[in-house]
């Protein structure tokens, strides 16, 4: 999944407004934004592989530090407590890290059994919904649909930069996903991991834009 964790990002505004939306956006992609440089460091492993499911030709051999249960949920805990530490936000914190967990669970529903509980344990687990074109475009995208609306709902732009920053992020978003889903297959995992790296330009993206706009009155 990739804008369903969007989605969550954008919900968690109305939920916590003081919390900026890059912020939640960071949160709720932490592993994928962990994932690429372990590629690239020969600590995790990725395959080409067109057909593994339906809606991607990724298969995804070995990711048990960006991607287990156990290890996400000690990541939860670490992005959550540093916002604590920092703002001394409770509540603010502990969505934070539910965010962060929230894109394991989201990957579980889609993913085939490849989602391991632990980096020691060999059971690897996934409901597959990848095996479905349709239902994985139509889920997300109403998934996604319904984040960007309550967010730019809940918000008002105090500029230029809150309406057409924070639009036209969430178009190019939108755009990211259905070049990746309908795309043709990338030439091999280091470009995949190149092409990924670059994600986190996309919470910054996120945090300028929300600075420039407000909670909606």
């Not at 999944?1 to 505004?13: C, N, P, R, V």
């Not at 998934?143 to 036209?168: E, F, H, N, P």
């Not at 992020?169 to 755009?175: E, P, S």
């Not at 091999?188 to 996309?202: K, N, T, Y």
Request: glycine share 8%; with cysteine.
């Amino acid at each position: 999944m990739f804008i369903g964790h969007f989605a969550l990002a954008y919900a968690a505004e109305r939920v916590e407004p003081d919390v900026s939306v890059g912020t939640s956006m960071a949160a709720a992609q932490l592993c994928d934004l962990l994932w690429p440089w372990l590629l690239l460091a020969g600590v995790e492993k990725v395959s080409i592989v067109p057909g593994d499911t339906a809606f991607t030709p990724l298969r995804f051999d070995s990711y048990p530090i960006s991607h287990s249960l156990v290890t996400v949920i000690g990541w939860g805990a670490l992005f959550g407590g540093v916002h604590w530490w920092r703002k001394r936000r409770l509540r603010a914190a502990a969505l934070l890290a539910a965010l962060v967990v929230s894109h394991w669970v989201l990957d579980f529903v889609t993913h085939r059994p490849d989602l391991p509980l632990a980096p020691w344990s060999q059971t690897k687990v996934g409901l597959g919904l990848w095996n479905s074109m349709p239902a994985t475009l139509t889920i997300e995208i109403a998934m996604y649909a319904a984040g960007v609306w309550l967010y730019l709902g809940g918000t008002r732009a105090l500029d230029a930069i809150g309406r057409w920053g924070a639009t036209s992020l969430a178009l190019v978003l939108f755009l990211i996903y259905l070049a990746s889903s309908l795309g043709p297959p990338p030439p091999s995992w280091r470009a995949v991991a190149l092409s990924a790296a670059p994600m986190l330009l996309l919470p910054l993206w996120g945090g300028w834009a929300d600075r420039h706009r407000a909670t909606a009155r």
